[in-house]
Every structure is written in C-alpha cells, then in structure tokens.
C-alpha cells in the first residue's frame, strides 16, 4: 500500500498565504511524477500543478504566478506554495503521486492523497 500524510491547509484570507506538503509513504520503490489537483463545491476535479522527478513544472493558468510547485525526492514529498489566495482557491486539494511499487518493472500507478481543505474568506 501507499500512504499520504498531507499537512497545511486551513482558513485564510484573501492575499494570505499557505504551504501545503504531502508524504508518500509505503511500499514504493519508485516516484515519478507528483502533483495537486482541487476540487470546489459543485465543480469537477481540475489539475493545478504538476512535477517531474528531474524538477519541470506545469501549472493552471489560473494559478500561475501565485502557486510554486516543489518537491523532495528523497523524502517523496511534495509541496505547494500558495501566494495572492482568492476566495475562488477553496477547494479541496489533493495531491497524487506516479509510484512503482516494486523493483523489476511494474509499472507506475497514480496513488492519492485523502485530500485537504483549504478555505479563502474575502
């Protein structure tokens, strides 16, 4: 199995700040890919960040210039850095992570986080 400890979110007002992590714990041998995906009330799931093992980054537009995506390999962790929020940033964010579990080529499966509030009050 693969375990994720997510941390950071929260109340916040607008222009305020938060930095979420997320550790992937278990039976992994390998990460590729992590990232952070948000869900609103009533809305679909959407992408807000992704990073590549060798650090490239891709983001939403509506977050880019305020959200800074990072990551520690070799802790299997992954951050998100929240800047400028705007009360249209509350969402439930999850994070996932691209493992393979054993050495010997199985293959990589995305794995989630349990998810984590955060809430921007104007």
């Known amino acids: 199995q693969v375990q994720f400890v997510e941390s950071g979110g929260g109340l916040v007002q607008a222009v305020g700040s938060l930095r979420l992590s997320c550790a992937a714990s278990?039976?992994?041998?390998?990460?590729?890919?992590m990232g952070w995906y948000r869900q609103a009330p009533g809305k679909k799931r959407e992408s807000v960040a992704t990073?590549?093992?060798?650090?490239?980054?891709n983001y939403a537009d509506s977050v880019k210039g305020r959200f800074s995506i990072s990551r520690d390999n070799a802790k299997n962790t992954v951050y998100l850095q929240m800047n400028s929020l705007k009360p249209e940033d509350t969402a439930v964010y999850y994070c996932?992570?691209?493992?393979?579990?054993?050495?010997?080529?199985?293959?990589?499966?995305?794995?989630w986080g349990q998810g984590i509030q955060v809430t921007v009050s104007s």
């Open positions: 996932n992570a691209d493992v393979a579990r054993y050495y010997g080529g199985s293959p990589y499966l995305r794995y």
């Open positions: 278990g039976s992994i041998f390998s990460v590729n890919a």
């Open positions: 990073i590549t093992t060798g650090g490239s980054t």
